[in-house]
């Protein structure tokens, strides 16, 4: 952040001086070459970052909106969102009362992918139960299921699955079939198949649901609070009419809108704090790259996030505008983000769409910084894509602003 | 009731005027109902692998030609010469090696292991391609006789699903978006018109006048819960066209659930706009809380089973939960009333709550009583 402000007055230093009118005898007279600290402390621009800092930290409901809607996002994307295929129920009709077929219905439950709920008389019952939701996985066991196992001879099984959550219904028969046929050959002791397929899940070993969302819930959570946090404060100034009186003072507009973006930046650095914080302690992400990287480029996408509060602040005329506006623009971005649901399953034309979607670079760089431990040269193609989308709209953003000053 | 009738139609009259809100109210609604309609699905379905054939023989090429046969997966080449380098730059989700003595293994009948990694940061498709993978090699398997008779298993699961035969992810997911849609944008309205009416000053008008606080908020309760009608109406006519919806039963209880739940949102907004200061950064808040709660808490994207006990038990009160069982119930499932009986049930009690809470922080402000 230190970096970023102190640029400023040695570039724009002669321009500031220009347009200074004589008649303001409280401007300082032109300093002379001194540290470019001092110069900067006593510049137009400190002083200006000072009054909305002030005027940020003296606002309750912003700093509730820095701290609370983030933390809570967090936590119950986190928590509740879960694809996990387990304590399925399961509902048994077992017309052959053998101890094979109990065996079969053991092997079924040992590993907690499917729930015992009930037994079932008939099959009637067992379609009764699907039916109205209460179960949502069954198993009909034929009559002469133990029978012709004795025999050598092959039988069905039939399974039903609610296939109302088709995601969810691919797994389980996925699950129950792998399960069924390992039993069956059991039965059999036959050699091992020739060939067996040993699987192994890299970067999130474990399958925690929590490794995926949170890092791309990192990103909607500094989209929703930037957007939000930067046009509450600008369209406020709109509302009040105090945009007036900063327009009389000898600021230039651009030093009103780097002292208004400053402040932002510094609270909104603090939220990816803040977020990592929760990520590290409470679902305890790895954070296998470097994390250096890491905040440089949440650094620059936090731009992306006040640049859209700007945008939505320069459309909307009241704030009640800017909420209804910012469903346009957050939903969309989210949404094609792969933040919650993957990228690859989406059709061709949203995945197109989505290379146009800052959000996404930044989903996809967090989550390779954080639970692959990739480098720089292998995220090379989405750093660019987010630096020149920053670029983009903030220049836009900044554009709009400037004319509607004028 | 003369009067409830009147504020009513004072309050439509209010919202017809002003001609952004009413454009918003209508295009919000189908911008999410589209985005969310085309771009949430959860399964994979053109998946990349990378192949690492150190055998290159006839017969891993076979496994290899079967592994794309399915439509699954995606040929994606190698970036690099390690391993993991397809997933690391993420090119690829999963990268299958076939050990260089994959054929001589197989030919000589011993036990080959062929290795597959997956990348786990996905963790549902990392199952989904798991599986998916342990079928093709079965397949594999069966089809080049390279399981002997004896070594298949006896027992022959016929899975069938119901309801959802094709596995049709817009099936599960556009009925579960009527659920956020039509609790986030009516609440989120009448929220917004609340607060205005207190920012605006107007509402010291209804304080002079005689009207009570329950009269006062019923009008807006019916203002309100007509323009959400209206919403839904244009959203599920629009998402029945696009993604093929049918009704699969019994309509009735996808009306009664759609008035009470239409009816507890706008109780909801009510009672945010009531509670709300001064300020629209409350509504902004609970327009961000409505959308998270109906959203997660619903059960709308993944079983609701899921969600971990505390947070489990606030999914209760949320009445998007239940509209969505009945939505589910309604173009899915079909079962109708014996199904879904209480879930009306359960939104009334909840909207009923909002509206009381709305009634009594009104109450205590200077209506007459």
Redesign the interface.
């Known amino acids: 952040m230190g970096s970023y402000i102190l640029h400023q007055p040695e570039t724009f230093f002669p321009k500031r001086l220009a347009p200074t009118p004589p008649n303001h005898s409280h401007t300082p007279p032109p300093p002379k070459p001194m540290h470019p600290l001092r110069t900067f402390r006593q510049s137009r621009l400190w002083a200006l970052i000072l009054k909305e800092t002030r005027q940020i930290l003296r606002n309750r409901?912003?700093i509730?909106?820095l701290l609370?809607?983030p933390t809570?996002?967090l936590l119950?994307?986190g928590?509740?969102?879960?694809?996990?295929?387990t304590?399925l129920s399961l509902d048994v009709v077992d017309y052959s009362h053998s101890p094979v077929s109990r065996e079969?219905v053991a092997t079924l439950t040992a590993n907690d992918t499917f729930q015992i709920q009930a037994y079932q008389p008939s099959v009637e019952d067992l379609g009764q139960r699907?039916?109205?939701?209460r179960v949502s996985t069954g198993l009909v066991i034929p009559p002469n299921f133990a029978d012709?196992?004795a025999a050598?001879?092959?039988?069905?099984?039939?399974?039903?699955?609610?296939?109302?959550?088709?995601?969810?219904?691919?797994?389980a028969?996925?699950?129950?079939?792998?399960l069924?046929?390992?039993?069956?050959?059991t039965?059999?002791q036959?050699?091992?198949?020739?060939?067996?397929?040993?699987?192994?899940?890299?970067?999130?070993?474990g399958?925690?649901?929590s490794?995926?969302f949170v890092p791309g819930v990192i990103g909607v959570v500094l989209t929703?609070t930037g957007s939000?946090v930067s046009s509450?404060t600008v369209i406020r100034e709109k509302d009040v009419g105090t945009l007036e009186q900063l327009l009389m003072t000898p600021a230039q507009g651009w030093e009103i809108l780097a002292a208004k973006i400053a402040p932002l930046f510094g609270l909104l650095m603090g939220d990816v704090l803040l977020a990592s914080a929760i990520a590290r302690l409470i679902f305890g992400l790895p954070f296998r790259g470097n994390y250096v990287l890491f905040l440089v480029l949440s650094g620059v996408y936090i731009f992306v996030a006040i640049g859209i509060g700007i945008l939505l602040a320069t459309i909307s005329s009241t704030?009640?505008?800017?909420?209804?506006?910012s469903?346009?623009f957050n939903?969309?971005l989210i949404?094609?983000s792969g933040a919650?649901?993957?990228i690859?399953?989406?059709?061709t034309?949203?995945r197109v769409l989505s290379f146009l979607n800052p959000l996404r670079h930044y989903v996809?760089i967090a989550?390779?910084l954080i639970?692959?431990g990739?480098g720089l040269e292998?995220l090379m193609p989405e750093v660019l894509a987010l630096v020149s989308f920053t670029v983009l709209l903030l220049g836009l953003s900044i554009n709009r602003f400037r004319a509607q000053l004028n | 009731m003369k009067r409830v009738l009147s504020q009513c139609l004072k309050e439509l009259n209010q919202f017809r005027r002003d001609r952004?809100?009413v454009a918003?109210a209508f295009v919000?609604p189908l911008?999410?109902l589209l985005?969310?309609g085309?771009?949430?699905?959860?399964?994979?379905?053109?998946?990349?692998l990378s192949v690492q054939d150190f055998d290159n023989s006839p017969l891993s090429r076979t496994?290899i030609s079967r592994l794309f046969a399915t439509n699954q997966f995606v040929p994606t080449p190698m970036p690099g010469t390690a391993v993991?380098s397809a997933?690391?730059?993420?090119t690829a989700?999963a990268t299958?090696v076939i050990p260089p003595d994959f054929s001589r293994?197989?030919t000589a009948?011993?036990?080959?292991?062929?290795?597959?990694?997956?990348?786990?940061?996905?963790?549902?498709?990392?199952?989904?391609i798991?599986?998916?993978?342990?079928?093709t090699?079965?397949f594999?398997?069966r089809s080049s006789d390279?399981?002997?008779p004896?070594?298949?298993?006896?027992?022959?699961?016929?899975?069938?699903?119901?309801?959802?035969?094709g596995?049709?992810?817009s099936?599960?997911i556009v009925p579960g978006i009527f659920g956020v849609i039509l609790w986030v944008f009516p609440s989120?309205l009448a929220a917004?018109a609340l607060?205005?009416e207190k920012e605006q000053g107007t509402i010291v008008q209804a304080y002079a006048s005689d009207l009570s606080s329950l009269e006062w908020l019923l009008g807006k309760e019916l203002a309100y819960l007509i323009v959400a009608l209206g919403e839904a109406l244009v959203v599920m006519t629009v998402a029945t066209i696009l993604f093929g919806l049918r009704f699969r039963g019994d309509p009735t209880p996808l009306l009664v659930g759609l008035i009470v739940y239409l009816a507890a949102a706008v109780a909801f907004g009510l009672l945010v706009g009531a509670r709300a200061g001064n300020?629209?950064?409350a509504?902004?808040?609970t327009?961000?809380?409505g959308f998270?709660t109906a959203l997660?808490?619903s059960g709308f994207?993944?079983?609701l089973?899921?969600?971990?006990f505390p947070?489990s038990l606030v999914?209760n009160v949320i009445p998007a939960r239940y509209f969505i069982?009945i939505t589910?119930?309604a173009f899915?499932?079909g079962?109708g009333w014996?199904?879904?009986w209480y879930a009306p049930i359960a939104i009334a009690a909840i909207g009923g709550l909002f509206f009381r809470l709305a009634t009594r922080i009104l109450h205590r402000m200077q209506f007459p009583d």
Do not use: C
């Not at chain 1, 069924?180 to 050959?185: A, K, S, Y």
């Open positions: 409901q912003i509730f909106l609370f809607p809570v996002q119950v994307f928590l509740a969102l879960n694809p996990e295929v304590h079969l699907v039916r109205t939701g012709r196992l050598d001879r092959s039988v069905e099984v039939q399974v039903l699955i609610d296939g109302v959550d088709a995601n969810t219904a691919g797994i028969s996925g699950y129950m079939q792998q069924v046929n390992r039993f069956g050959q039965l059999r036959t050699p091992d198949p020739p060939v067996a397929i040993a699987t192994r899940f890299l970067y999130n070993p399958l925690l649901s490794w995926f929703l939000l509450t704030q009640q505008q800017v909420v209804l506006t469903f346009f939903v969309p949404q094609l919650i649901a993957p690859e399953s989406m059709p034309f949203f996809t989550r390779s639970l692959k990739v292998v | 952004l809100t918003l919000l911008a999410v985005i969310y085309y771009a949430i699905r959860l399964e994979a379905k053109n998946i990349p496994y993991t997933l690391d730059r993420g989700k299958v293994q197989v009948r011993q036990p080959v292991t062929v290795q597959a990694l997956v990348d786990g940061t996905d963790v549902n498709n990392a199952r989904v798991q599986n998916s993978l342990r079928a090699t079965q594999f398997l390279l399981i002997p004896q070594a298949q298993s006896l027992i022959d699961p016929q899975v069938r699903l119901w309801f959802n035969p596995r049709q992810e099936l599960y989120m917004i607060v205005r300020q629209t950064g509504v902004q808040g327009a961000i809380a998270l997660l808490l994207i993944y079983r089973e899921n969600i971990p947070l999914s069982e589910r119930d899915v499932r079962t014996p199904g879904i």
